[in-house]
């Protein structure tokens, strides 16, 4: 498959009151097209910072500080905003954990989606009627199962639930990607039933585009589920990629098999035990590979030295030095 996606070495940090933290500590990834890929890791290791950092949205006190983001070919980095704007018009879209803090609170639905879908270009020619953008904006509600479209184009982010919220954002976002989607949390804010009903229809949806997907969740059944390529996060690193059946039942990194043992089981058997200690303070981050304080296989190289990807193929790679041969 052609690559579509690299995230080389990135390292990205914040200016804080106490100092600066290093939260991204040289990651590195890829997504091909047509591919969808799963990132899994704790809360607080850096996969909201990874994916902001791809369309250049980090918070005002963000400090990129090496590392070269790739997609088609040129550094997201580096290019201008003009190009930026393009690439976030027309070729990478997000949807974020929020949905109620996604869409603007003095602005109808339908506004929000015609002015997507105007400077999206899926509505070709300059002279754009508002009808056709009407009638856009109701097709892409109809796509995602909302029903009485009518009513919710002309209502308020506060007149809709939850799922509604959310719903809308999928479809500003999967009407208008043309290559990339990014899902941070797609359904934090949403009940059991309708979080099933939303990835559903976004598995759907995507399949049907073609998109290449980068989902992060902290549900590890909807990861197994629907993407085809498994990433493992941790404090700023990615420690092991494979195929999602592969990363699911051939776990190889400590913290991969901690955090799969961690879930619990239909059939019973008792309570986990979970993975001792927490993610690290990025503020004065563990040197080495950063797990090693909560790793019971730990040795003295794993507090010197960061190990890097190795595997018996490019299907499944861990940087753990379990598996690295010096």
């Not at 109809?142 to 799922?163: H, M």
């Not at 990607?177 to 899902?183: G, T, V, Y």
């Not at 309708?194 to 969740?217: A, F, G, P, T, Y």
């Amino acid at each position: 498959m052609k690559r579509l996606l690299d995230v080389n070495n990135l390292r990205v940090g914040y200016k804080i009151y106490k100092g600066s933290s290093k939260v991204l500590n040289g990651l590195s990834f890829t997504v091909h097209e047509g591919e969808k890929v799963g990132i899994i890791g704790e809360s607080g290791s850096g996969k909201t910072t990874a994916m902001r950092a791809i369309l250049r949205v980090l918070a005002s006190n963000a400090i990129v500080e090496s590392g070269e983001i790739s997609f088609k070919g040129k550094d997201i980095l580096k290019i201008n905003e003009k190009e930026l704007t393009e690439i976030r018009r027309k070729n990478i879209t997000m949807i974020f954990q929020d949905p109620t803090a996604a869409l603007n609170p003095v602005f109808t639905a339908g506004d929000q989606l015609a002015n997507v879908i105007k400077y999206s270009g899926i509505i070709e020619g300059k002279n754009i009627r508002n009808e056709d953008l009407k009638a856009k904006s109701l097709e892409l509600l109809k796509d995602v199962a909302l029903q009485d479209p009518e009513r919710v184009l002309n209502s308020y982010p506060f007149q809709l639930s939850g799922g509604m919220k959310q719903r809308i954002c999928i479809a500003m976002s999967l009407g208008t990607a043309r290559d990339l989607l990014i899902a941070d949390e797609p359904t934090t804010n949403l009940d059991v039933t309708i979080q099933d009903q939303v990835l559903h229809l976004m598995s759907k949806l995507v399949s049907e585009r073609n998109l290449s997907v980068i989902l992060i969740s902290h549900a590890l059944g909807t990861i197994r589920g629907i993407t085809d390529r498994g990433c493992v996060m941790y404090a700023g690193d990615m420690i092991e990629t494979a195929a999602t059946g592969e990363l699911f039942s051939n776990p190889l990194h400590p913290y991969t098999r901690g955090l799969l043992e961690s879930c619990p089981k239909l059939t019973g058997g008792g309570f986990s035990k979970g993975i001792r200690g927490h993610v690290p303070d990025y503020l004065d981050p563990p040197s080495g590979c950063r797990f090693h304080p909560r790793c019971d296989h730990a040795s003295d190289v794993c507090k010197r030295e960061k190990p890097q990807f190795v595997g018996d193929s490019d299907s499944h790679l861990v940087a753990c030095w379990l598996y690295n041969k010096r």
